[in-house]
């Protein structure tokens, strides 16, 4: 051990962050999740990074990439082990103008990116949060405020390269090792660590954004109305309904119905989105024309002690009168959880279902319920929320990993369905037979 620490102080031109340093404390933790890691490595090129790698492996140390460090299940450190954080590698560059094509360091994060490429007039769609890191949220998916116009995060991947589980520097793209293209595209971070992503980017013009608000008594007939007119909608349109949110109400907090209309034309606009405000009884509207960046919330951490437990899942066509139903039903309960649905359909749906290890292209919409507070109120919710669950469980399939805290076996089952996880696994076996990537939602390679 100690012979391969010097080597990795002689071959890592970074910061080497340990137990007692004076930024210990904030480097071992991600946003969500605390740990005590026995080295936090903040590479400053792809050479630190190779050598982060040959150190964890060659010391059979547990391995965590952190990119923004949002994930929920706490991906981002770990105890006695090494993280490398990819902070420093967050340059944003335009490296060809008429192909709008964009590449962004591994541990960018989607503010930094906005803000990079709003002088020349290019947004890619991403989540909704400033500091989620690019690369945690990519591999897994991307869903935002551009997803029915222009598909996941992930969908824009045009190359990537990676750092295996054997310290090489692979190029992974449609032309090139496009197995390893295809699996990091859905597969999470199971396959190496991505330091640059190559994107294609699009035109963007200031967006029209902002809530709509309906009182709770009308929950059934707005959510119905929602979901049958997002069918229909123009892609410009991306759409969330937030509702029965305890901090603001629980059974008597509005549904509020969150609305990006991806234009500047207001008449378009006024015409899209007036089709949500007839659906019912108007109490507040803030919808305004604003630059595309501003749409990015700034996703501060929680306070101590503070928990969020989201859980997710998708729903079909077919199933969306009866989710609609009991999530109403659930709303008027004091004990419901925050609960928010989110569209999808529209570019998401156009691409073909294994062209990416993001399987759940079919689904109409996407169900969060999120729990928040103290450890032991989260817990004393549980029963309850799994009630919930059982009763949506008819109805919906899957699971979105960017909205999961734990990573048990059922949690990869449901996302990614057996076929896939078939895939994947031989992609594993290729890139990282040694599953030294498996702070994730970890694809087995046996």
Same mark, same amino acid.
């Given at each position: ?5 010097e080597?990795l ?5 970074g910061?080497?962050i340990?137990p007692?340093?004076? @930024?210990?404390?904030?480097?071992s933790?991600?946003r969500?999740a605390?740990?005590? !890691? ?8 792809v050479?630190?990074v ?18 923004g ?19 420093k590698?967050a ?6 103008? @008429?192909?709008?094509?964009?590449r962004?360091?591994?541990g ?8 990079a490429?709003?002088?020349?007039g290019l ?6 949060t ?12 991307g ?21 295996t589980?054997s310290?090489?520097?692979v ?6 090792n ?21 994107f294609?980017a699009? !035109?963007?013009?200031?967006v ?12 059934v007939?707005? &959510? ?5 007119? &997002?069918?229909?909608?123009?892609? /410009? ?11 603001a ?18 008449q ?6 007036g ?42 066509k077919?199933s ?5 139903q009991? &999530?109403?039903?659930?709303r ?18 156009r ?7 993001y399987?759940?292209?079919r689904? /109409? ?6 729990s928040?507070?103290? /450890?032991?109120a989260v ?5 309850a ?6 009763? &949506? ?6 699971a979105?990993?960017n909205?999961?805290?734990?990573a048990t076996?059922?949690d990869?089952?449901?996302?990614y ?10 992609v594993?076996?290729r890139?990282? !037979? ?8 970890n694809?087995?390679p /046996?």
């Amino acid at each position: 051990m100690s012979s391969t620490l010097e080597t990795l102080r002689r071959d890592f031109g970074g910061d080497i962050i340990e137990p007692g340093t004076a @930024e210990y404390q904030s480097a071992s933790r991600s946003r969500l999740a605390s740990g005590h !890691p026995a080295h936090v490595l903040r590479p400053g090129s792809v050479r630190d990074v190779q050598a982060g790698v040959r150190f964890a492996a060659r010391a059979g140390l547990v391995l965590s990439v952190r990119g923004g460090g949002h994930g929920f299940a706490g991906f981002g450190t770990n105890d006695g082990g090494v993280v490398i954080d990819l902070s420093k590698l967050a340059n944003v560059e335009v490296i060809d103008k @008429e192909r709008h094509l964009v590449r962004i360091g591994g541990g960018a994060t989607w503010g930094q990116v906005a803000a990079a490429l709003a002088p020349h007039g290019l947004a890619i769609s991403s989540g909704d949060t400033k500091s989620v890191g690019v690369g945690g949220l990519t591999l897994t998916g991307g869903i935002g405020w551009k997803v029915r116009k222009h598909g996941l995060a992930l969908d824009n991947v045009a190359a990537a390269q990676v750092v295996t589980a054997s310290a090489k520097v692979v190029s992974a793209s449609a032309q090139r090792n496009p197995e390893l293209f295809w699996a990091i595209r859905g597969g999470g971070g199971n396959f190496g660590i991505v330091t640059a992503f190559e994107f294609t980017a699009h !035109p963007t013009t200031d967006v029209f954004f902002g809530k709509i608000a309906f009182p709770a008594a009308q929950a059934v007939t707005v &959510l119905q109305g929602w979901a049958d007119y &997002l069918r229909t909608a123009p892609d /410009e349109l991306t759409s969330v309904v937030a509702f029965a949110n305890p901090f603001a109400g629980g059974p008597q907090a509005p549904v509020e119905i969150y609305v990006a209309y991806d234009g500047d034309d207001p008449q378009l606009a006024a015409k899209a989105i007036g089709q949500i405000r007839r659906l019912g009884t108007v109490t507040g509207d803030d919808i305004a024309l604003k630059p595309y960046a501003d749409t990015l919330e700034d996703g501060t951490a929680p306070p101590p002690g503070i928990q969020f437990v989201p859980r997710s899942a998708f729903i079909d066509k077919e199933s969306v009168p009866e989710v609609v139903q009991i &999530l109403a039903e659930v709303r008027a309960s004091e004990r419901s959880p925050i609960i928010a649905v989110r569209s999808l359909g529209g570019a998401v749906s156009r691409v073909p279902a294994h062209a990416t290890a993001y399987a759940h292209r079919r689904a /109409e919409l996407m169900v969060v319920t999120v729990s928040a507070g103290p /450890e032991p109120a989260v817990k004393a919710a549980r029963p309850a929320l799994d009630a919930i669950w059982g009763r &949506l469980a008819p109805h919906v399939n899957g699971a979105y990993a960017n909205f999961l805290t734990s990573a048990t076996e059922q949690d990869v089952a449901a996302i990614y369905p057996t076929q896939t996880y078939d895939r994947l696994v031989a992609v594993k076996r290729r890139y990282d !037979p040694g599953n030294l990537f498996a702070r994730n939602h970890n694809i087995r390679p /046996e």
